[in-house]
């Protein structure tokens, strides 16, 4: 097991200004384990109720996601709902219920604790923290987080972040953690905190990447049709890290390559409701993305 994966998998309403879709599938672990799948073959964390529906169990398994982390538990699958303005970079919760992952305590199955990479997708910091205390040396912990935690768990989330290789965020949630308006200022705060990456999604003005010694930034893939935001960021994360872990190195060439699949993952992700245009996706489509991002960028 080289990717390990840890996030929620939910059900979501969500509601754009052209449409409403009620109980579907996301979860940051569901849409960052499907992105990461067209490079590795991640093991996944995570708990779902009787609700969760099958079939998403049976493609994890078609895409060669090992779900033996994955827990059914009687109860409910974590709910979320938001909803976009015209803006589809503003987005507002509107209920958030926590059912089955109240009482989940994380075991991780013994062929996980071996991981390289482990990605403390979104999700409770107290859980990304008991996973992190479950693995045995990994060359390389990423962390995502919301601003649901940054609001209600900022001690426990920094708690976490001083503990982690990586740091990807939005540029909201940055500025919300460090109090700094600048995004650059910003992520020099963050690498004070702990990460020696950090990553700041920038949603349709595309990614920044800062590191003690280089920066790098990547534009958003330029696209007219966004039907729905969701799981962009964890996508981003799945795509960013599931290259890594394939390519097996954290050269920086490699970082910067993993940055434009994260990029070309989460341009994927927003172009369908939920998880369908993850689930309709081919590597072919990401390879001829990508050399179309080295044409934009070319000059
Ligand atoms: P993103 O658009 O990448 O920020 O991720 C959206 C996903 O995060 C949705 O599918 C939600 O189900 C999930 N989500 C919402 N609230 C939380 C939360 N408090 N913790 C973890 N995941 C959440």
């Known amino acids: 097991m080289s990717l390990v994966i840890v996030g929620t998998f939910n059900l979501d309403t969500i509601e754009t200004p052209q449409e409403r879709r ?53 109860g409910k699958t974590f709910f979320w709902e938001g909803r976009y303005e015209d803006d589809p970079n503003k987005r507002t919760t509107i209920a958030t219920e926590v059912n089955v992952l109240k009482s989940f305590r994380p075991q991780l199955p013994d062929h996980y604790r071996d991981a390289d990479i482990l990605f403390l997708a979104n999700i409770d910091p107290d859980l990304q923290e008991d996973i992190l205390a479950q693995v045995n040396n990994p060359r390389l912990v990423a ?61 349709e003005h595309g990614a920044l990447l800062l590191s003690k010694d280089f920066v790098f930034v990547v534009p958003a893939y330029p696209s007219e049709t966004v039907v729905d935001p969701t799981g962009a960021g964890d996508s981003f994360g799945g795509g960013f890290l599931g290259y890594l872990d394939n390519v097996d190195s954290y050269a920086e060439e490699d970082i910067r390559k993993a940055v434009v699949y994260g990029s070309i993952l989460a341009s994927f992700t927003i172009e369908k409701f939920g998880i369908d245009r993850l689930k309709s996706l081919s590597s072919d489509e990401i390879e001829s993305r990508f050399a179309e991002f080295q044409k934009l960028v070319t000059f």
């Open 143 to 203: 962390m995502d987080t919301m601003n649901y935690w940054i609001q209600t768990r900022a001690a426990s989330l920094l708690n976490v972040l001083n503990k982690v290789d990586v740091f990807f965020a939005n540029d909201e949630e940055v500025r919300m953690l460090t109090g700094e308006l600048n995004l650059i200022t910003a992520g020099k705060r963050l690498l004070e905190k702990g990460p020696s990456l950090v990553v700041i999604k920038k949603g």
């Open 22 to 74: 009620e109980r579907i599938v996301g979860g940051s672990g569901t849409y960052c384990c499907l992105a990461a799948s067209f490079f590795t073959a991640p093991g996944i964390v995570g708990v779902v109720g009787e609700d969760f529906p099958k079939d998403t169990l049976e493609l994890f398994k078609a895409k060669g996601i090992d779900t033996e982390g994955l827990l059914v538990k009687p």
